[in-house]
């Protein structure tokens, strides 16, 4: 794996993102951040990377960021991506996810830069009618979220076949768990297993289940959790293969796991009660969601190491639990 390379990243202040940028410092890269702390932390940024405060639709800053830094390649993980919000404010999620990633691609062809990571989503899928989804399967978003990413990805297409601009769409599934400097801090929180964890620590009085009659071993839906730095080294892998290709990944542990079970597990590690209530289901949650990852383990030679549930759940709650002695301490 080739090192040295100078990597913008937005949205690198955020939860992935700041992952990200410690998995490319531990690698030999150099990472700027570039992000407008809508929705990240000034203290996510780790102290070896640089950090400029900007929005992605300030043409100025952005593309003097590019040039001063001479980037060699950005990774793309700003965005909104709450599912539910999408289809409330659809505007928002246009305007934030297709016009700002549109803006950023002239930005890099008139700063000279051709090679883009893009953080995608399985949201792109839709209700897929098979458990084990793989990148043959039919694009068909049921939210503005996944449309957003799609379309996106398809400008990629385009400017690829048109100026050569080279890139790497990774799709993910549930993103979960900590490393020792980052973790999740979304709020709202939307993701099951922070939930989880504040119920544990009696920052909320119980997780709300949201139907246990599917077509599953426990009657709760089974999704795909892949742990956070499992994601940032598939990052830096596709920073590599854009030197000989583009393409599609899906990124996932292949292997589904139901929300009581994350529940058990948060239960074991913590040694916690959580207690849950069982609400009706929500419109549009499929029984079953898993990725094959068999292509990017082909092409990448990636492969998730931290598959076990426990020691996910664990990362997240180590996370929290120093974060929360660190807020009392200061
Ligand atoms: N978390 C998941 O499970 C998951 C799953 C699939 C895909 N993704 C994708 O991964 C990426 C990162 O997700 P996350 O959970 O880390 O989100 P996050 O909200 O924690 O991080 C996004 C960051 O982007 C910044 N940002 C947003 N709009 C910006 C703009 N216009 N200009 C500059 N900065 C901007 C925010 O301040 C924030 O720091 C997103 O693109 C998301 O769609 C996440």
Redesign the pocket.
């Known amino acids: 794996m080739t090192s040295g390379m100078r990597i913008l990243v937005?949205?690198?202040?955020?939860?992935?993102?700041?992952v990200v940028v410690e998995e490319l410092l531990a690698s030999g890269h150099s990472a700027i951040v570039?992000?407008?702390?809508?929705?990240?932390?000034r203290d996510?940024v780790l102290p070896g990377a640089e950090f400029i405060q900007?929005?992605?639709?300030d043409r100025q800053t952005l593309e003097s960021g590019l040039k001063k830094h001479k980037i060699d390649a950005v990774i793309?993980?700003?965005?909104?991506?709450i599912v539910g919000e999408s289809c409330q404010n659809p505007a928002k999620y246009y305007s934030?996810?297709l016009v700002?990633s549109l803006a950023l691609l002239e930005a890099m062809r008139a700063a000279g830069v051709s090679r883009l990571v893009?953080?995608?989503?399985?949201?792109v899928y839709g209700e897929s009618e098979k458990p084990l989804i793989d990148e043959s399967d039919p694009t068909c978003p049921t939210n503005p979220?996944g449309d957003t990413?799609l379309a996106f990805e398809r400008a990629c297409h385009w400017y690829e076949q048109a100026y050569g601009m080279r890139f790497v769409s990774l799709?993910?599934?549930?993103?979960?768990g900590a490393t020792k400097f980052c973790g999740?801090?979304?709020d709202p929180e939307t993701?099951l297993i922070p939930i989880v964890l504040q119920a544990a620590a009696h920052l909320r009085r119980y997780v709300e289940i949201y139907g246990d009659d599917y077509p599953t071993p426990d009657g709760t839906c089974v999704r795909d959790y892949i742990h956070v730095s499992d994601l940032a080294r598939a990052h830096v892998l596709a920073l590599d293969y854009m030197k000989r290709s583009s393409g599609f990944f899906n990124l996932g542990c292949g292997g589904g796991r139901s929300v009581m079970e994350v529940v058990e597990a948060a239960r074991k590690v913590t040694g916690r009660e959580i207690p849950v209530r069982i609400g009706p289901r929500r419109a549009g949650d499929p029984a079953v969601l898993v990725a094959s990852s068999e292509k990017i383990k082909r092409e990448l030679g990636w492969a998730p190491e931290k598959q076990d549930l426990q020691i996910i759940v664990a990362s997240a709650w180590e996370w929290m639990s120093q974060r929360a002695v660190a807020n009392r301490v200061t």
């Open positions: 937005t949205g690198g202040a955020g939860y992935i993102g700041s570039y992000d407008n702390l809508s929705q990240g932390h996510a900007g929005e992605i639709l793309h993980m700003a965005a909104s991506s934030n996810n700002t893009l953080s995608s989503t399985a949201a979220y990413k799709r993910y599934f549930n993103a979960a999740e801090r979304h993701h």
